[in-house]
């Protein structure tokens, strides 16, 4: 780390103009850190994308070529940072230097602020007051800044978090928290996969659940915020998660909501298992209506549960049919008729006006009439999806049959050996053939 | 059939010390202590552990100990939390010192984060995961002193988080991953509470991670990538199913991600290696008797030979 002071004082010069663009510009919403080299082909064209590359966007040429630039009463050296729009960018040949000096900058306000709090609990917090609560905000001024420069720059950096965790729990004023979903908001534009933010956003929505009765609002924001990200970034575990999680706090009629929205959204992206499982986990959560929350909202009641299953089953046939050889439309298929295998399938009694109730081996026919569907679309060419199509239809029968009862399970079995040829498919998908062999009975 | 390459990667692991300035060794330093515990048991299992001189990692290891509350930070000077706690034990117990510490002190730490619904916190901001009870039990598995949680709870809560394909998730009603999966059944068999696992459904879930070109992945329509060959495998083999998968088909798939030259082991063949996926990879590799390896305890994710205090 060289370790030199003069490299020290540069590393704390650029530090400091870091930390003064982003207390001019509070709503930066985005950053990118980008090597030099590249800011010639930054100037040209429009930013469209989130590329880091995109990031500097068309403006940047107006102002490259002078040497320092003002911003308010902002100096900062334009070889390192670039900011205009409420974007960031942060030359990569810095980051070493910025990053140590941060680093230091946080520890050294980190321990003199444990420091002050230690102090002031054995003093006794009465005891000069005024003069002690001045130090204080300074050291918490001090704390936010750095941890914010640092976590910026390495977003997972959990002390830093912790430290922000610190100063807000000890503040409790609800306007500071806007400043954590501004931050962690920032980090998931360039990083969408950090803990740390997701963890810190969920820490945020619990202290203000903790205080505000109503969080309608908030959690609509946070379920879009996650629908955004996911956007661009696939099959992106954390974010769902957040989205998941939300699902606690959300009203009964909120879920519906959800569950209507994300709709569209799994049709546009039906690889996607993670927007799948979410609406798997909203739909779990109307299904355990026995036990709604007080709050007076009206129960679900059995036929629109039924409704709900067997309209998100005629749906995602659709789907399957539409697009061949999607794992994630089958995975939550399985889902789906284990749902109805368990709660409907065996009721005779059809109290639906829109469906006719079926009974189980009506069920497994028709299941099993579009797996034999899908087997026959299969064309000559061999074509990848219409193989994976092939493997996962009779990987969903062989699956639906552990489900059931074993004389009804036989019987399928039997059906689905007679339907197709195995030694054929065990050539064809060695990678199934030894899960394949043993269930079958 | 490629070879693996164990003295390249010895010689990979042991270099990883010296390139400290780099920004990406930089952005990894809240995680240093997590970093030593994958590369030191890679030498491990690869019987080199020997290259690297115990008290010097002793010393460091227990610069990252808080002697006022009993955790471990990632690094000299961070805050504790029990991802790192886990790893410092690990370490430890590598090289048999467990006695360097204050056993009744750590384990008052990692018993004080079990919450009244039988989860674990994973520091005292509160955040849960079902990640945070495997380094809870694993730890005071080691130590001795499970004795000092209510297991009975931590178990239920655990099983609290299985989803209906037979998966974990972080929390309950969280998605199912391998990685998460791992957690639990670990913490699962560690406790001896496997009973609660419906095999069959989650052998199936977790074979079907296997793609075409060998590999697997950490849940449906994801591309295989190294580190699940030790989450998915380990978990096979502790709910005894790892007959279901193509052990030949993995073994190549892992092979085919080293890097040949300078050693390490990448996520997916020819991308850039690190230590995390090394780790993994060469685990494995020793979870499928991979000829020369140490063999790796599926549930401490320790060499049997340590596990076996
Ligand atoms: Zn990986």
């Not at chain 2, 690990?90 to 002190?105: G, S, T």
């Not at chain 2, 996926?277 to 590799?285: E, I, K, P, Q, R």
């Amino acid at each position: 780390m060289g370790g030199d002071s003069s490299s020290e004082e540069v590393g704390l010069d650029l530090l400091q103009q870091l930390e003064l663009i982003l207390e001019h510009d509070k709503l930066i919403d985005e950053v990118g850190f980008v090597h030099p080299d590249q800011f010639p082909a930054l100037n040209e064209g429009p930013s469209s994308s989130l590329s880091p590359v995109c990031i500097l966007g068309q403006s940047a040429a107006d102002i490259l070529n002078k040497d320092t630039v003002e911003l308010h009463v902002v100096q900062y050296d334009e070889k390192v940072f670039w900011n205009k729009d409420h974007k960031l960018a942060i030359s990569i040949l810095v980051l070493p230097q910025l990053y140590n000096a941060a680093l230091n900058a946080y520890m050294d306000a980190n321990r003199r602020y444990k420091q002050s709090i230690r102090s002031q609990i054995n003093k006794g917090s009465f005891d000069d007051a005024n003069c002690g609560c001045d130090f204080d905000q300074f050291l918490e001024s001090e704390v936010l800044k750095h941890t914010r420069a640092l976590l910026i720059l390495s977003y997972d950096f959990k002390s830093a978090w912790n430290s922000r965790k610190l100063v807000l729990s000890r503040k409790q004023e609800l306007s500071l928290f806007v400043d954590e979903f501004q931050l962690s908001a920032l980090i998931l534009s360039y990083a969408p996969k950090s803990e740390g933010a997701w963890s810190h956003r969920q820490w945020t929505v619990k202290m203000i659940a903790e205080k505000v009765h109503d969080l309608q609002e908030l959690v609509k924001k946070e379920s879009e915020l996650v629908k955004n990200i996911a956007e661009k970034s696939k099959m992106n575990y954390r974010a769902w998660n957040h989205r998941c999680w939300l699902v606690l706090y959300m009203t009964e009629s909120q879920v519906l909501d959800e569950l209507n929205m994300s709709r569209k959204w799994a049709e546009l992206h039906v690889a996607d298992n993670c927007c799948f499982h979410y609406r798997r986990r909203l739909m779990l959560r109307i299904l355990s209506n026995g036990d709604v929350k007080e709050g007076g909202e009206k129960p679900f009641n059995y036929n629109s549960n039924v409704y709900a299953v067997w309209k998100e089953l005629q749906w995602n046939k659709l789907l399957i049919q539409r697009y061949i050889g999607r794992e994630a439309l089958w995975i939550h298929r399985r889902f789906l008729s284990q749902c109805w295998i368990k709660h409907f399938a065996n009721n005779q009694k059809s109290s639906s006006p829109h469906i006719e109730a079926t009974g189980l081996d009506d069920f497994l026919g028709e299941e099993f009439e579009l797996m034999n569907a899908c087997l026959n679309t299969q064309t000559d060419d061999e074509l990848d999806d219409y193989q994976s199509q092939a493997k996962h239809a009779v990987s969903y029968i062989l699956w639906i049959s552990k489900q059931i009862p074993s004389c009804s399970e036989v019987k399928l079995q039997e059906r689905l050996k007679e339907a197709v040829n195995f030694e054929d498919l065990f050539m064809k998908y060695p990678e199934r053939l030894m899960l394949w062999k043993k269930v079958l009975v | 059939m490629d070879e693996l390459e164990s003295d390249k990667h010895v010689k990979y692991i042991l270099s990883i010390e010296k390139k400290k300035d780099d920004v990406e060794a930089l952005l990894m330093e809240h995680l240093r202590i997590n970093g030593a515990y994958w590369g030191l048991t890679t030498l491990d299992i690869l019987h080199k552990i020997s290259a690297v001189d115990p008290e010097e990692v002793i010393s460091w290891v227990m610069k990252c100990y808080h002697e006022d509350c009993g955790g471990f930070g990632g690094n000299i000077g961070h805050d504790p939390h029990l991802l790192y706690t886990l790893s410092a034990v690990q370490i430890l117990a590598l090289f048999d010192r467990i006695d360097v510490l204050d056993a009744e002190k750590v384990s008052i730490y990692v018993a004080g984060l079990q919450n009244e619904d039988g989860s674990f916190s994973g520091d005292m901001w509160g955040e849960i995961d079902t990640r945070f009870s495997y380094c809870a039990i694993c730890c005071l598995s080691i130590l001795h002193c499970l004795n000092k949680i209510n297991v009975e709870k931590a178990v239920n809560y655990i099983v609290s988080c299985k989803n209906l394909d037979g998966g974990f998730g972080c929390t309950p009603g969280g998605e199912s991953h391998a990685g998460q999966i791992f957690c639990c059944i670990g913490a699962l068999a560690i406790t001896g509470s496997l009973h609660h696992v419906d095999r069959d459904l989650l052998g199936w879930w977790l074979c079907e991670r296997q793609c075409k070109n060998g590999g697997l992945n950490g849940r449906p329509e994801k591309d295989a990538d190294v580190c699940y060959s030790w989450w998915v495998l380990s978990s096979l083999i502790m709910i005894d199913r790892v007959h279901w998968i193509d052990k030949d088909k993995l073994t190549r798939f892992i092979l085919n991600c080293q890097d040949k030259e300078n050693g390490g082991i990448s996520d997916k063949p020819n991308y850039a290696v690190d230590v995390f996926h090394t780790y993994f990879g060469v685990a494995g590799l020793s979870l499928m008797e991979y000829p020369g390896l140490k063999s790796i305890d599926p549930a401490y994710a320790l060499p049997v030979d340590v596990a076996d205090w």
